[in-house]
């Protein structure tokens, strides 16, 4: 027959370790979720470079059709100047899909930080359990 302290400290320790499940439960979510919006991340991204570059075609159109019907030769410093306005518009989509790959790739490091975290406080607390039933045989 146990004791009435040992009782309650069992009931302690089981109802820390159904809190501790539950703490692991929802760091795991977390991870998931993160993963998924990282994984949106890099779909925004890549959707968005793909605007901005339609975008820049078009614009880029517009600029050489001003420049043919003001009876300008597409040669010299009209030429340049759509050279270096495609080359703007490039950096313009690079760098967007950039910043959001990189958003991405933190939403991932923290879901497996998170994830890490989760399996950490799971030994820890299994280990302090254990010294507990420990204690509890002594």
């Known amino acids: 027959m146990c004791t009435p302290a040992a009782a309650m400290a ?3 320790m089981i109802s820390a370790g159904a809190r501790m499940a539950s703490e692991a439960q929802q760091a795991s979510h977390e991870s998931k979720e993160l993963e998924r919006e990282a994984k949106v991340a890099r779909a925004q991204g890549a959707e968005e470079e793909r605007r901005l570059r339609a975008e820049a ?7 050489r059709v001003a420049i043919l019907k003001g009876g300008v030769t597409t040669e ?4 340049d100047m759509l050279l270096d306005a495609a080359r703007e518009d490039e950096a313009e ?16 490091r923290e879901a497996r930080n998170r994830r890490r975290r989760s399996v950490l406080d799971q030994l820890s607390s299994t280990q302090a359990l254990g010294t507990d039933l420990i204690r509890l045989g002594n």
Do not use: D, L
């Open 57 to 63: 075609a078009r614009s880029q159109a517009k600029r």
């Open 10 to 12: 069992a009931t302690t």
């Open 76 to 79: 010299g410093s009209p030429t």
């Open 93 to 108: 989509a690079r760098w967007a899909r950039f910043g959001r790959r990189e958003s991405a790739r933190a939403q991932e």
